[in-house]
């Protein structure tokens, strides 16, 4: 009788050993699968789809020629004032990737930088004429100096939202940006010379 106990319990504990043996390793065949999914997704690149970019342009606010101008663009609330500075998050890319970004923004930033330097004085006088106001010097080098400060931002955002055509070389994307970055320049320069208060257009008393 004692015999036939022992050999039930062990006949039992075996089997028991058994199923839990299995069921080992079926968690470590699930275990694998989900580590090698993971490897999978880790290796593929981080993409991002924009099916329509819109971006506009409604009002521009001016409280004095002094100080932070406050040059921008405001595409919800027309009676806010918006700075060029966006909140943006950027997927974590390689080191080349950062260091091809960081040649792309300097090339973006001298070619800006050159028309704000060449062109935009030229534009506020044109403006002068066309809305009749007059700028005295240091004003239009304050508004001219706004936006350089605001400029990286608007590089930034646009570098974000504008995506890269995988044909189109780094030079020509950089130019596009560029181009971005201009076209706002020139909204938010017109629409402040067309909306400068009376009093603040310096006109000569006749």
């Given amino acids: 009788m004692y015999d036939q106990s022992v050999s039930s319990y062990l006949q ?3 089997s028991f050993v058994q199923q839990q ?10 275990l694998k699968e989900f580590q090698n999914e993971i490897s999978t997704l880790k290796q593929q690149p981080p993409s991002t789809r924009i099916d329509r970019l819109e971006y506009k342009f409604d009002q521009l606010k001016i409280e004095r020629l002094e100080g932070t101008l406050n040059i921008g663009l405001n595409p919800t609330d027309p009676n806010a004032v918006q700075n060029f500075e966006v909140g943006q998050t950027s997927p974590q890319v390689g080191m080349m990737q950062q260091e091809q970004a960081g040649q792309q923004m300097q090339q973006i930033r001298q070619n800006v930088d050159m ?3 060449e062109e935009i004085p030229v534009l506020l006088e044109q403006l002068e004429t066309q809305y009749e106001s007059r700028l005295d010097e240091t004003n239009k080098y304050h508004i001219i100096e706004d936006i350089r400060k605001q400029m990286d931002s ?11 055509e995988e044909n189109t070389a780094p030079a020509q994307y950089a130019e596009e ?12 320069v017109e629409h402040f010379i067309k909306h400068i208060p009376g009093e603040m257009k310096g006109d000569d008393p006749s």
């Fill in 12 to 14: 039992n504990l075996n």
């Fill in 115 to 117: 028309y704000l330097n």
């Fill in 154 to 164: 608007r590089i930034k955002y646009y570098m974000s939202h504008v995506p890269k």
């Fill in 177 to 188: 940006i560029a181009e971005h970055v201009k076209r706002d320049i020139v909204r938010a």
């Fill in 21 to 30: 043996a299995l069921q080992i390793q079926e968690l470590e065949r699930q």
